[in-house]
């Protein structure tokens, strides 16, 4: 049976204003790509050649890096225009999935697991870890065997730890898009929104079985210190992985790796490092940088920078030691 990619990335990215005012969350730079660009990697090298993206808030912005960064993929954008929840977004693919099977991943969510293993499955799966405090998230309780009994969103008193990561494989995808319709047809939470967890709480009262993995490591990258750490353990991969690949030669520079810098950027006199990513055509000049990300077509003078975000177009100057700001921001810090 045929495999389709669903990634709803219609969010808005609350949690990471200002970046996200002007650049969509599953596009903010994390070593070397995006955090889209992590996942649907992950997702081409398991295999898989389709994909339905779901896209809203700055659509156009994720519809046009697909198109420039994966010209010959298979990709359909569907549009959420209501922030209704995962669930809706979901429903909205009904159409183009048809009758098969689906991998659904969140389009803010980064895991370390074996996407092979979970697409060869006979039964359908869910990622799960375990957290301390639950109640913020999707909880799936187990049997012995990691079969699912049951499904809560952010329970009020959770029966277990088991989070879910936002990583599905639904074989069922009938059952799946006719449980759908029938929570849709529900009263919504109280923001509004419908969640998949409930459809999918109705599949296993329905007799449908699910097994649960655990994956490895999970960046839930909607904040700025999970995705800041999230970008240092990508960097640390990448440059295991690929230690061939070390960035060298900036006038006067000393690079403490693992940094990621992209191509056409202009640095002189700087320290980088460790755990930077910094983005294309960025100036930087007698600065000092570490654990930051750092957007495209930035400029940063004089300025000393620790666990910091800067966003694609800005400028600073002066000195400071912690930022999150957004594109198109100019600061003045002397």
Sequence with gaps: MFVKAIIPVAGAGTKLRPLTYTQPKALIPIAGKTILGVIVDQLIDAGVTEFVFVIGYLGEKIQRYIEKTYPHLTYTFVTQNDRRG???????????????????VLGDTVCDYNVKDIL?????????????????????ELNDKDIVLRMVEKPIIPKSNMAMVGIYYIKESDALFASLNRHLSNTADENGEYHLTNALQHMVEDGIKFHAFRVNNWFDCGKKETLLSTNAILLKQMEEEHPEKRVHDFDGTVIIHPVNIAEGCNIKHCIIGPNVTIGEYTKMESSIIKDSIIGSYAELQQVVLNSSIIGNDAYVRGLSQSLNIGDNTEIDLG
Excluded: C, Y
């Design 86 to 104: 995962t669930g809706h977004a979901i429903w909205l693919t009904r159409d183009i999935v048809g009758h098969d099977e689906v991998m659904i």
């Design 120 to 140: 060869n499955s006979d039964v359908s799966q869910i990622g799960v870890r375990k957290v301390d405090d639950p109640r913020s998230f999707g909880v799936a």
